[in-house]
């Protein structure tokens, strides 16, 4: 008999308390481990967001795990760029030669040359990585994310005078009106908001709370609303001031609201004059009655919620709208109170022009400054070509990447210094949003390394002491584990009393820190110098002539901005709303289709100035004549086996207007020409459902 | 007329009102149960094997249209269509009112799947393959089903099965919420509940009585163990 490993109970499962990465959301999970292995992933019942809880993608991180096509050890480039060709080398080897490269930086006195690119970091990792940076010299470091609510902060900041993201009180409201905010498929928060939601529907005994969807495409979200307004796309701020308006001119406004907000309602009526039911109507192409009925039923339920996201945000006005929306919760007496919107305390402060300083970094990539440029993350996939970051990388002579499959990115780069996957990494996640209180969700390890990788932070403190000098005595911590630690400590406030050690695992075990010493946010206010919100009209890329097709892309429910595609679960997972699995699509509405002679599957070409992808179509009754929407996600040159050659990425299509620091990727017009009747489309079940609906009575 | 030989009537109640059709459970119950991973030209030959599928129905046209979605499962019927049909009783209804599949008795005549109404039973028609180390995420609780399998949604018995061998080494019965499917524990908008429909202070048992019950093709007399409760819609404002 050969007896089991210590620890190890053949049969018995362990569960492990652990935090979820695989979105900015922040959940917190249980990972069953049984023989040393993970088997499966569960949400934390004690975690505050979400409660047990879990979507489809964090159920896939166990395949981030186990994916067969995982560096399994750090790689030199032996071919040329991009050929995929490389020969393992050591670690020894591999952190050697990036440091030789910025010891050559140090002795050339041009510590500027070293960029990092990363995801938006929070907690421990972002203050190394900060610390990094500024010891070595450098200012070029960039946190870029392709679905960052950076608009969203700029919103609140111009409009409260601080950037905190709002937190949603869905479970209480009983009005619901949502401006693009897809919150149960990728809006800041959707597990969370996801269970509010069904809380809000059927967690009342008397009350069903009612949501209306503003947005041109039906989003998954937009599928369990009771109402949907089709709006033009880049109209729903003005939409939004049209709403204010009725509701002002009818006096349905919360007067104590308006008071206390340091507002007028006359002054603010003769500056909202302009948006008039009439002109309301003609520029978001919807009856009028129908916005009136909206406004009525918005003022006079109480509590009523406006909710803006990022079909709304990623328009060329997006900010200004955003603050539109949020006029409404004002005017309807929603701010701060139960059903209403609260400044959020997960991460009440971030990055609000991450945009500008991508395209700043790209300017230094293209002028020859930057020498060494550290990637973790993507961002060959997620940066649009549009704004030339991927021939501005190109002229940077040293790459390093630290992806744990081989990306877009490390594919392209000269060393790769792989990542642990998540489940082998320590590390403190903070929710972006979805949180009153603030907390730390903790993540350890649940099995030991499968192959020679190293954690990100870990090959940061090898370098660090490499380098010696400065830099060694910056970050002189033995671990990262040691730094999480000290930080985390820090965070709880335990007195001289406290056995760290013991607490330590105390707080494992549950997951984090759900308590912290850290001040919650005040209140939203408007602020006194803030003038009315007042979006300009929406701007496009391409002649509408040429291009007479407004583009969307969204985040696919599955694989959000990408992130999920290596994933086979997510591949064959049939996107809810098509039921397509493994592929892209092109949703279009039945009308415009038969006015193009394009069939359910058949292949079409998709044109933007920027430029053409061919992909199948789909003919999707939610969706208006004039809009064309292609999910985001797929389409990766690298990522694994599951990943690779899957449908086409929509970025390629999405071009910038004008000379704006601003990531409008909703902004762009787009031509559409059937090519053949063959797309290789594949759907999970009859394109109207396999069981008749009016034998199933739903 | 069926004879109750045990306490527990396992059933669940899938609250349309809730569900936003996010896959969530569709995800939850590959991870669970071992269920292959299909390429594109085996689900292209309507060859899926997801034990859990939501449908998705439109209904109008734009810009009055609305999506509505419907998560399948094996209803668990209490007058199975796929049981009398089966030649080596593979597909047999267990105590519990559980419509359970015994995969080493299966040799693949497929007629309990021809004969299902809710075509919730998915036949292996290829082996599959986990490859190293994917292979590692295989739970140890389930059997990995070969080619010419019939299989299907368990409720998840081993947990069952785990939560009974509890209670009983503590010498009572299984409590209200106890077990959970993987589909129902992972729900975000807690759509779908599973608890035992013989308990009437079940919860299970206390939503199946809304007015808004229904049950999938009641007209077939199957007696399914899945009660929906109908979506809203503005009639229900």
């Known amino acids: 008999l050969i007896p089991p490993d210590e620890g190890i109970t053949p049969g018995k499962g362990t569960y492990y308390a652990s935090s979820c990465n695989a979105c900015p959301a922040g959940c917190g999970i249980l990972v069953r481990v049984s023989e040393g292995r993970a088997k499966k992933i569960e949400g934390n019942p004690e975690h505050p967001i979400n409660r047990g809880k879990l979507c489809a993608r964090g159920q896939a991180v166990v395949q981030e795990l186990y994916h067969p096509d995982r560096v399994p050890h750090p790689l030199k480039r032996n071919g040329p760029r991009g050929s995929g060709a490389f020969t393992r080398i050591s670690w020894q080897e591999g952190i050697g030669l990036l440091t030789d490269r910025l010891k050559a930086l140090q002795r050339e006195q041009s510590t500027n040359g070293l960029a990092l690119l990363t995801p938006h970091l929070r907690g421990t990792l972002a203050e190394l990585t900060g610390r990094f940076m500024r010891t070595f010299g450098s200012t070029n470091h960039v946190s870029y994310e392709l679905l960052t609510p950076d608009l969203l902060r700029i919103a609140a900041r111009r409009s409260f005078g601080q950037p905190t993201l709002p937190y949603y009180d869905i479970a209480e409201t009983r009005y619901l009106l949502s401006f693009g905010a897809d919150f149960v498929d990728s809006h800041l928060s959707p597990v969370k908001y996801g269970s509010a939601f069904g809380e809000m529907r059927q967690g009342r005994d008397t009350v069903r709370g009612h949501f209306t969807y503003v947005g041109g495409r039906m989003s998954l979200t937009a599928a369990s609303a009771d109402r949907w307004m089709p709006a033009k796309p880049g109209s729903e701020g003005t939409l939004a001031l049209g709403i204010a308006r009725l509701i002002l001119a009818e006096s349905l406004y919360d007067s104590g609201a308006l008071a206390m907000n340091g507002l007028e309602a006359k002054k603010l009526l003769a500056a909202l004059d302009r948006y008039d039911l009439p002109r309301v109507a003609q520029l978001s192409g919807l009856p009028q009655g129908a916005i009136a009925e909206v406004a009525r039923e918005f003022a006079s339920t109480r509590p009523a919620l406006a909710l803006a996201g990022e079909m709304v945000a990623f328009q060329s006005n997006g900010p200004e709208s955003v603050r539109a929306v949020h006029l409404l919760n004002l005017l309807v007496g929603s701010l701060n109170r139960p059903g209403g919107i609260y400044p959020d305390a997960g991460s009440p402060s971030g990055p609000e022009n991450s945009f500008a300083e991508l395209i700043a970094l790209i300017e230094t990539m293209r002028g020859g400054h930057v020498k060494v440029a550290m990637i973790h993350g993507d961002p060959l996939y997620s940066v649009p070509p549009a704004t030339g970051f991927h021939d501005a990388l190109a002229k940077v002579p040293f790459i390093v990447s630290f992806s744990s499959l081989l990306d877009d990115t490390a594919l392209h780069a000269d060393l790769v210094l792989p990542d642990h996957a998540a489940l082998e990494s320590w590390g403190d996640v903070i929710p972006v949003a979805g949180t009153r209180e603030p907390l730390v969700g903790l993540m350890q390890p649940v099995v030991e390394p499968l192959f020679d990788t190293r954690q990100f932070p870990e090959v940061l403190l090898a370098t660090a002491h490499e380098l010696g000098g400065r830099m060694a005595a910056a970050l002189p911590d033995e671990s990262y584990l040691e730094l999480l630690k000290g930080a985390v400590r820090k965070q709880a406030g335990f007195g001289a009393g406290v056995d760290f050690e013991a607490a330590w695992v105390d707080l494992l075990q549950h997951g984090g820190l759900f308590k912290t010493k850290s001040v919650q946010p005040t209140g939203y206010r408007w602020s006194s110098d803030a003038p009315p919100p007042l979006p300009e009209d929406p701007d496009f890329a391409g002649d509408q002539k040429t291009y007479p097709f407004h583009l969307i892309a969204y985040p696919a429910t599955a694989f959000y901005d990408g992130r999920g595609a290596p994933y086979p679960w997510l591949q064959q997972l049939p996107d809810p709303m098509t039921t397509v699995v493994w592929g892209s699509w092109v949703e279009i509405n039945p009308e415009t289709a038969a006015e193009h002679g394009i069939g359910f599957g058949d292949l079409v070409e998709v044109s933007s100035p920027q430029g053409t992808l061919r992909l199948p179509a789909v003919v999707y009754p939610g969706i208006r004549p004039d809009m064309v929407a292609i999910p985001l996600g797929q389409g990766h040159r690298g990522m694994g086996r599951y990943a690779q050659g899957q449908g086409v990425n929509p970025l390629a299509l999405v071009a910038r207007q004008g000379t704006k620091q601003q990531p409008a990727w909703n902004a762009t017009r787009v031509r559409i020409t059937r090519i053949s009747g063959n797309g290789e489309l594949v759907t999970a079940g009859h394109p109207q459902g396999s069981l008749r609906s009016e034998l199933v009575e739903i | ?237």
């Open chain 2, 1 to 237: 007329m069926e004879t109750m030989t045990s306490q527990y009537r396992w059933g669940m109640v899938v609250d349309l009102d809730r569900c936003t059709g996010c896959g969530a459970c569709v995800v939850a119950c590959q991870a669970e149960n071992n269920v292959a991973i299909c390429g594109k030209k085996e689900i292209s030959e309507g060859r899926n094997m997801h034990w859990l599928r939501i449908e998705r129905f439109w209904v109008g046209q734009y810009p009055d249209v609305r999506a509505r979605f419907l998560p399948v499962l094996c209803q668990h019927c209490h007058d199975a269509p796929c049981e009398p049909v089966c030649p080596v009783y593979a597909s047999y209804h267990n105590p519990d009112g559980l419509n359970g599949q015994v995969y080493n008795r299966c040799v693949g005549t497929r007629y309990c799947g021809n004969n299902c109404p809710y075509a919730v039973r998915v036949f292996n028609f290829y082996n599959h393959e986990w490859p190293n180390p994917l292979d590692n995420q295989l739970s140890p609780d389930m059997t990995v089903r070969t080619r010419g399998v019939m299989e299907k949604c368990t409720f998840c018995i081993q947990r069952i099965r785990r939560a009974k061998e509890d209670a009983k080494s503590e010498n009572r019965t299984i409590r209200d919420g106890e077990i959970q499917p993987a589909c129902a524990q992972t729900c975000p908008t807690d759509a779908l509940v599973f608890g035992n429909m013989a308990d009437p202070r079940s919860r299970v048992a206390i939503l199946s009585r809304s007015p808004r019950r229904f049950r999938l093709l009641e007209h077939l007399g199957t007696h399914p163990s899945i009660c929906y409760l109908k979506g809203g819609g503005r009639e229900h404002v």
